[in-house]
């Protein structure tokens, strides 16, 4: 048995996990220090669309399991529902050492990612380097502040499930088995299949790659022996996972991710998955990815308004104008990013980090340069999306599972796993066998690629039109300062990239490390986390933190206030634009027509489609014009909608005596042959007297009409509804 030396093989950990919490806490600090939490936005959201939800297991400790508060109701499994994962929560609770959540997953990040780089055999203190950039990169600290936790509680593990991986097929086949079940259950229960679809296309090249080599060295046996092994680890990891993802596949083919019953047979959306102009609504542009290597590429963040800057030259063009009016409206036309979407964050690498991969590509073994190039450049052309419809369209259409996932942008996390995982091995490599004459060659090309491009962006950015579709139509003396401001942003981040990545190269081609190992090490960790946490504090501000008491964002409001004295059982319709599928804060208080989340149904979907949005247009139109007769408005008195709120603080409020209630008789059917006919048919109908009944499916049944029939809903609760009816015919 090998004698552990505490320098050389604990030590080293010690000082991992110091460094990891010094940087967390560092980097959080509000959280930590000055008793607040983060602003998020999805998660403010969630809280509204849950409250009903945490309500009613507060009062009674049991599920609901069907959220009433919002889209007229929709089953809860992926809003709120506590599933018996207690023991996979205890393990993750241990490994974040009592983190509070969400921050406790960036830590997480930096933990799984240095297990990963030790399991490749890289030594501790270039795998802290390697963690810090893979847990600190944009797109991690981006994602925390828009709420997105369980997507990067899922990224976060990804990188433990990959080093179970290796190890088994590196020939610790029990450690690999017992650390694979257990990243795996980890992963799955953050409930971001997006997330583990990607992973599982990382495992799949790695997998390819591995046994192209096991063949060569004629040993296909092992890799089957391995293989087999690692079933069984990923089967009983997926039973600690088996609740959620039974009634998340079973409330799947209902959802709009579902089959379309309006959809033409021939079509996708027939055979279920979202539609491709859904799907592809965020694609990266073909020179996004540039933004890995220079955050500043397309100007930055397109919520970053050049007009807030009183040093740029647009803020000073706009002052000189002489013409308030215009400089007003030519304010909305100054955000610094001129690339092809119309919302984006940059999602940055770092600088020293994608050199770093070059150096991988020029000094690791061959076998991780195939798997984590290919992985890498799989993950940009899957961000791409629309901009590459030859590739993506083909996925979409043919690869299983592929056209469940919209934000394929998000498929860039593919390739922010690959680059500091190349990069390390590439380096721990180098400095393995040192720096010979043709080793200086392959560095000296590695460096010149990639510092030489930020070398001719910083020459020539001037080539560049630095104008978003349709801007160039603008008045010039404005597009000129705007151009202006734009390319002095990429130059200067050219020149920023570049300095890293020349410090980086001089203390790796100087052999720092053998003469001074602490300061080289140190620097590297001090260099790399500087490069990127200065471009996330572009994002991540003191303004992403709050008072955990403050609770203004679901203050109640006057016509909160007036609708809550009524005790009937109703529903309110936010009728502001976008409101339908962007906001949730009307669930908080009320049964909401609309409500926010990425997986409606579909039925629920396309009667908004077809007949609320022509309606509430309709509306919207009568009420400006003075009439305020809800009687023609058959869908929204359908679903209930006693109460009309608008304005900019959702005060404005107007009753709607109208409303069907929550359940009534009605007088006469209408018989159609096809879903679309009976979409149609129900966009027409008075609903109040008539319903619609598709014959092809139900059999249309004998009723009669009392006069003065009633039915009222006695008692309601989200897993009970209790009517009352009184009726002298069999009334429908």
């Not at 542009?285 to 030259?313: C, H, R």
């Not at 490599?429 to 910083?458: M, P, V």
């Not at 410090?503 to 790399?528: C, D, E, Q």
């Not at 879903?675 to 014959?695: D, F, G, H, Q, Y």
Request: with cysteine; charged share 15%; aromatic share 14%.
């Amino acid at each position: 048995m090998k004698k552990i030396n505490f320098t050389q093989h604990v030590l080293p950990h010690i000082i991992a996990i110091a460094v990891f919490l010094i940087v967390t806490l560092f980097f959080f600090n509000p959280v930590f220090f000055d008793n607040k939490s983060l602003i998020q936005g999805d998660i403010q959201q969630w809280e509204g669309s849950s409250k009903a939800l945490r309500d009613y297991r507060d009062q009674t400790g049991e599920e609901g399991l069907w959220v009433e508060t919002m889209f007229s109701g929709m089953p809860a499994y992926l809003v709120n529902v506590i599933w018996s994962t207690g023991p996979v929560s205890y393990v993750k609770r241990v490994l974040a050492v009592g983190l509070p959540h969400p921050v406790a997953n960036i830590y997480l990040s930096f933990i799984c990612f240095y297990i990963l780089l030790l399991a490749f055999r890289v030594r501790p203190y270039l795998a802290i380097a390697g963690a810090l950039a893979f847990g600190l990169s944009s797109y991690m600290i981006i994602g925390l502040s828009a709420g997105h936790n369980a997507r990067i509680g899922a990224i976060a593990f990804m990188p433990l499930v990959m080093a179970g991986i290796h190890l088994a097929y590196s020939g610790k086949r029990l450690l690999g088995f017992a650390v694979t079940m257990t990243a795996m259950a980890l992963e799955l229960k953050e409930n971001h299949l997006q997330i583990t679809y990607y992973l599982m296309i990382i495992v799949l090249i790695y997998g390819l790659v591995q046994l192209i080599y096991f063949i060569r060295e004629k040993k296909v046996a092992e890799f089957v022996k391995t293989t087999a092994l690692l079933i069984p680890a990923v089967v009983i990891a997926a039973g600690t996972f088996i609740g959620q993802l039974w009634g998340v596949t079973e409330y799947g083919a209902y959802t709009i991710r579902g089959k379309s019953e309006l959809a033409p047979p021939d079509s996708p959306e027939a055979g279920g998955g979202l539609g491709k102009a859904y799907a592809f609504d965020a694609s990266n542009g073909i020179w996004e990815p540039m933004m890995l290597l220079i955050p500043n590429y397309y100007g930055g963040s397109a919520t970053n308004f050049l007009v807030q800057d009183e040093n740029s030259k647009v803020y000073r063009a706009l002052m000189n104008s002489g013409d308030q009016q215009m400089a007003n409206q030519l304010a909305r036309y100054t955000s610094a990013y001129w690339g092809p979407q119309d919302y984006t964050v940059p999602y940055y690498a770092g600088a020293i980090i994608v050199f770093l991969f070059a150096v991988g590509i020029a000094f690791a073994e061959k076998k991780y340069v195939w798997w984590l190039v290919s992985a890498a450049v799989f993950g940009i052309m899957i961000s791409w999306g629309s901009s590459f419809e030859s590739f993506n369209y083909f996925l979409f259409d043919h690869v299983p599972g592929f056209n469940k996932f919209r934000s394929v942008t998000f498929a860039i996390i593919i390739t922010l796993f690959a680059l500091p995982l190349l990069g390390m091995l590439g380096l721990e490599r180098l400095i393995e066998s040192g720096l010979n004459k043709t080793d200086r060659k392959k560095f000296f090309i590695a460096a010149g690629f990639t510092g030489g491009i930020c070398l001719l962006l910083l020459l020539f950015a001037g080539m560049f039109s630095f104008m978003k579709e349709g801007q160039s139509q603008l008045p010039a003396w404005f597009t000129s300062a705007l151009a202006d401001d734009r390319e002095g942003l990429l130059r200067s981040d050219a020149f920023r990239s570049l300095a890293f990545i020349v410090i980086a190269g001089l203390l790796i081609y100087f052999n720092v490390w053998k003469k001074m190992p602490v300061l080289f090490y140190a620097g590297m960790i001090g260099l790399i986390t500087l490069d990127i946490a200065v471009v996330d504090s572009r994002y991540f501000t003191k303004d992403n933190y709050q008072r955990k008491r403050d609770k203004t964002y679901f203050a109640p409001t006057q016509a909160d206030q007036e609708i809550l004295k009524d005790k009937t059982h109703h529903r309110v319709y936010n009728i502001e634009p976008g409101a339908f599928t962007s906001e949730a804060r009307t669930s908080y208080f009320h049964n909401s027509l609309g409500g926010y989340h990425g997986a409606k149904l579909r039925r629920y979907q396309d009667l908004y489609d077809s007949c609320l949005f022509n309606e509430t247009n309709e509306l919207i139109t009568n009420l400006q014009a003075g009439n305020a007769d809800f009687q023609t408005y058959g869908v929204i008195n359908m679903l209930n909608a006693k109460y009309i709120v608008f304005g900019p603080g959702r005060d404005n409020i107007i009753p709607n005596a109208s409303a069907n209630g929550p359940a009534w008789f009605v007088r006469d059917v209408v018989t159609v042959n096809t879903p679309a006919e009976e979409l149609k048919k129900v966009c027409e109908i008075n609903t109040r007297s008539t319903a619609v009944i598709n014959s092809a499916k139900f059999k249309v049944p004998e009723f009669g009409i009392d006069s003065l029939c009633t039915i009222q809903l006695k008692e309601h609760r989200p897993n009970f509804l209790k009517y009352e009816s009184q009726s002298t015919a069999n009334g429908l």
